[in-house]
């Protein structure tokens, strides 16, 4: 069982408790706006709890379910109270027109979130890949990138216990082409496949 803390009340914070919950994990929800916070505890049922934002979350992984350009903003505004926390950044920085990251080129929002972190604090890329309806329902793989095993650890046990797949991508570097990822699925979802319902996975030979 892992304890689960979510920073933001929308869609992501929904999609992840809810299957966070179900596969026997505590869920912590911290909301800017308190009374988002507890509508969405309510909401999430039992298990689910609500946090005091700024303060020191209950959870050993801490998700930042926030706008790319907010997830770096947060984890300054948050300090020292994530000393010691795997933090799981989800973001997909797309530029307004969804045709390119809004990132300078050979960095990532995964890497910015780092470098705001505190140096006890360990953060992993994960779920950016996965739009959230196929999160809701569907069996997708999880890849994952980060630089310190442990951290990778604990999120791939999480990742099992809601009946998913963690796929190690490799260490923190590579977020920067898991954003591009998720901006591959949004040109194939416009294009190839032509609708939000698929996910990328990997299949072996054998
Ligand atoms: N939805 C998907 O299909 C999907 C898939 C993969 C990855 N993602 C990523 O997941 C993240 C969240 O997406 P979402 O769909 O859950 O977005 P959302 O429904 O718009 O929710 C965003 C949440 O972030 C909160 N927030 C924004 N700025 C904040 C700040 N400075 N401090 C604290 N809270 C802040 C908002 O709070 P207020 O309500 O108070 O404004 C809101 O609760 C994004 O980075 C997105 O790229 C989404």
Do not use: C
């Amino acid at each position: 069982m892992s304890s689960i803390s979510f920073i933001g009340t929308g869609n992501m914070t929904r999609i992840l408790g809810t299957r966070a919950l179900a596969g026997g994990n505590t869920v912590e929800v911290i909301g800017r706006d308190a009374a988002k916070a507890a509508a969405l505890v309510s909401e999430l049922g039992a298990g689910a709890t609500a946090g005091v934002s700024g303060s020191v979350p209950a959870g050993d992984i801490v998700i930042l379910a926030v706008p790319y350009a907010s997830a770096a903003p947060v984890v300054s505004q948050y300090g020292d109270a994530l000393a010691g926390k795997v933090i799981v950044d989800v973001s997909n920085p797309f530029n307004p027109s969804g045709t390119g990251l809004d990132t300078p080129e050979g960095t990532s929002i995964a890497e910015e979130v780092a470098k705001a972190a505190p140096a006890s604090a360990h953060v992993v890329k994960a779920f950016n890949t996965i739009f959230g309806q196929v999160l809701a329902q569907g069996r997708p793989d999880v890849f994952i990138a980060g630089d310190d095993a442990q951290a990778k650890a604990s999120m791939s046990a999480f990742i099992e216990s809601i009946g998913l797949r963690p796929l190690d991508v490799g260490d923190l570097t590579m977020a920067h082409w898991l954003e591009g990822a998720g901006l591959l699925m949004i040109g194939l979802a416009r294009n190839g496949v032509g609708n939000f319902n698929f996910s990328l996975g990997i299949s072996t030979l054998g």
